[in-house]
């Protein structure tokens, strides 16, 4: 027998889980994804690339050993130069269907002339000079799809250390592509949008530590360092300045 209407019991309709939509492979928007990405769980990475959601998969030490060291660069360099900002695991919002979650990124601060701001909920949003990414096991992602996605955004240089490959490529924009750089004949890569930003690949690989904070203390050691540190002043003085009516 039916239970009678006033007795019948209430079920909560099931929670709706946003991990359901967004996996591996489907196409949405920026909008939709971002809103969806918010009501996720903590420790759940995604990120939309080309309007194509990619689910992150479990970070091994092969990934967590090299992050560690490129921030560790990075951070040092943030701190000989005032007027850039190093962030790690920040949301960039590029454009309508690409929100990625780069492993770092190195800018120029919005008073010294970058092009990235944070929006309300600091999010970043426009192209950071400088992308960083980890790849282990997503290779195929970060130097395809995910490094046409930041050329097309304007990013000025990426950086891209593969584990697998047992390589680091640095890739610069020249005429409005990316150019892979090559080493110069001491070995060193050297960032065009950060002068001073100074790294030895090979000591990097070789887990060489000593050999990475040399090279990079020889860079912002450098006139060049010391006068891009100028020139960020110069910038954000100027910034100050009221307009005229």
């Given at each position: 027998m039916r239970p009678a209407a006033a007795e019948r019991v209430t079920r909560e309709p099931p929670a709706f889980?946003?991990?359901?939509?967004?996996?591996?492979?489907a196409r949405m928007d920026q909008k939709t994804?971002?809103?969806?990405?918010?009501?996720?769980?903590?420790?759940?990475?995604?990120?939309?690339?080309?309007?194509v959601v990619h689910v992150a998969s479990p970070v091994s030490r092969r990934h967590g050993k090299p992050y560690i060291?490129?921030?560790?660069?990075?951070?040092?360099?943030?701190?000989?130069?005032?007027?850039?900002?190093a962030l790690a695991e920040v949301t960039d919002i590029l454009s309508?269907?690409?929100?990625?979650?780069?492993?770092?990124?190195l800018l120029i601060r919005p008073e010294c002339g970058g092009r990235t701001r944070a929006d309300a909920d600091e999010y970043l949003v426009g192209p950071p000079e400088l992308v960083v990414e980890i790849a282990n096991?997503?290779?195929?992602?970060?130097?395809?799809?995910?490094?046409?996605?930041?050329?097309?955004?304007?990013?000025?240089?990426?950086?891209?250390?593969?584990?697998t490959a047992g390589a680091v490529r640095w890739f610069v924009r020249r005429r409005g592509k990316f150019a892979e750089q090559k080493a110069a004949p001491d070995g060193l890569l050297r960032s065009a949008a950060f002068p001073g930003l100074w790294l030895d690949p090979a000591a990097f690989l070789a887990d060489q530590p000593r050999k990475?904070?040399?090279?990079?203390?020889?860079?912002?050691?450098?006139?060049?360092?010391?006068?891009?540190?100028?020139?960020?002043?110069?910038?954000?003085?100027?910034a100050k300045k009221p307009r005229k009516k």
């Open positions: 889980d946003a991990r359901s939509v967004l996996v591996d492979g994804f971002h809103a969806l990405y918010l009501k996720t769980p903590d420790g759940f990475k995604a990120e939309l690339i080309g309007g060291r490129l921030i560790a660069w990075l951070c040092r360099y943030e701190e000989r130069t005032p007027g850039v900002e309508e269907d690409r929100e990625p979650q780069p492993d770092a990124v096991t997503t290779a195929a992602l970060d130097l395809g799809p995910k490094k046409d996605d930041y050329e097309a955004a304007g990013v000025q240089e990426y950086l891209v250390v593969d584990v990475v904070v040399a090279a990079l203390r020889q860079g912002v050691a450098s006139p060049e360092h010391k006068a891009f540190v100028a020139e960020l002043s110069a910038r954000r003085k100027a």
